[in-house]
T-cell receptor, first 115, second 114 residues
């Protein structure tokens, strides 16, 4: 149980376009989902926290107009990187926490390359 | 604010050696503590957890004990294998926070050589 699926696993896009990444909890309801960014050989940087049905809470320094997060249901959250630039290239990972659980479960990550 | 500190490595060990990765934390509330593992090119997997003081989490031969007095959660394994080569992240989740964030340490890269 507690599977989180993230799609796509890899995406290459042109500079200036937008990319949407999906995060789904397959066998549990996730009241809270998190989006992280991981730079090469670095730790995970929390970008934002989303709760189902409400606006996401962004960490300091993260542009909310650039990284749009939508948590439309208890099993789906999406991250849209708008007007992507090469510096947005990174590994993006989502995680989801189930009701009454302390641990978060992670998706397999999305490698975004902007050319 | 809450934070996690861990030895950054890289750590290189021979197969069957004893492993310790130190982790200490700072938290205002009563956090749950976790170790996550990331294999090359993959996402994170929960390795073990402890939710209160003196709890011991264990999985796949790895262990860590929640030490409130020293604010530590060191990861140990008695005999590592080549397949344990990965990056290990210590993390905490503060149940007192509004959004229950998971805060990660910088990660420790482990390489086990035959």
């Amino acid at each position: 149980g507690a599977v989180v699926s993230q799609h796509p696993s890899r995406v290459i896009c042109k500079s200036g376009t937008s990319v949407k990444i999906e995060c789904r909890s397959l066998d549990f309801q996730a009241t809270t989902m998190f989006w992280y960014r991981q730079f090469p050989k670095k730790s995970l940087m929390l970008m934002a926290t989303s709760n189902e049905g409400s606006k996401a809470t962004y960490e300091q320094g993260v542009e909310k107009d650039k990284f749009l997060i939508n948590h439309a249901s208890l099993t789906l959250s999406t991250l849209t990187v708008t007007s992507a630039h090469p510096e947005d290239s990174s590994f993006y990972i989502c995680s989801a926490r189930a009701v009454r659980r302390t641990e978060a479960f992670f998706g397999q990550g999305t490698r975004l390359t902007v050319v | 604010g809450n934070s996690v500190t861990q030895m950054e490595g890289p750590v290189t060990l021979s197969e069957e050696a004893f492993l310790t990765i130190n982790c200490t934390y700072t938290a205002t509330g009563y956090p749950s503590l976790f170790w996550y593992v990331q294999y090359p090119g993959e996402g994170l997997q929960l390795l073990l957890k402890a939710t209160k003081a003196d709890d011991k989490g264990s999985n796949k031969g790895f262990e860590a004990t929640y030490r409130k007095e020293t604010t530590s959660f060191h990861l140990e394994k008695g005999s590592v294998q080549v397949s344990d080569s990965a990056v290990y992240f210590c993390a905490l989740s503060d149940r007192g926070a509004s959004y229950d964030k998971v805060i990660f340490g910088p990660g420790t890269s482990l390489s086990v050589i035959p």
